[in-house]
């Protein structure tokens, strides 16, 4: 009897533990705190600014509240880690966003200066991402509060590797406006 006390009382505190476990480890991916290599200003060749601390995440004169991880709900600009994004996953999206783009071209008949710069648009994006690593990157989202109520079509998200800093932007109802953005630190 005794035996049998003990390896219920051991299963449910292995049980406990493990739960504790969980509860941690849940509780840390949902507020995790940005890794060092985002923190500072970036620059895009452009001149469009990105400021990251800690505490905020600041693309252009938008002001994000860093939150680690999708809330349910938000009344403020938020940035968090939503997910992974792969070379292979990016060229996939850059190659639906280019042929989406030709065809609604060719649909508009858009004039021939018109469809180049189209086609040039989608080259300088492929030559942006030939130098890139061949990895996963971690993504970070912003999220403004009138987004979070549908009110947009587009997505974009930033990423990072050993020395630059990415942005990708891409409108469902207007495939030419897909771009990748490469930023520097300042």
Known sequence: MQIHFHSVTGARALRCIGMTFVLAFSLNAAAQSINSRWVGVWYSDTKQRLEVSEQQFNPGSEKCKWVGARPAKSSVCVAFYEGLIS?????SQLQQAEK????MAQRKSLPAADLQS?????????QVMQ????????????LAADDQKGATDCSDYFFIDQKELYYVMSCDAAPDAFSIKVYKKG
Do not use: C, E, Y
């Not at 189209?118 to 492929?126: A, G």
């Open 100 to 103: 989406a783009a030709l065809d």
């Open 118 to 126: 189209i086609k040039d648009d989608f080259k300088r994006n492929r």
């Open 131 to 142: 130098g890139m690593p061949n990895i996963a990157f971690r993504v970070v989202k912003t």
């Open 87 to 91: 070379v292979a996953q990016l060229t």
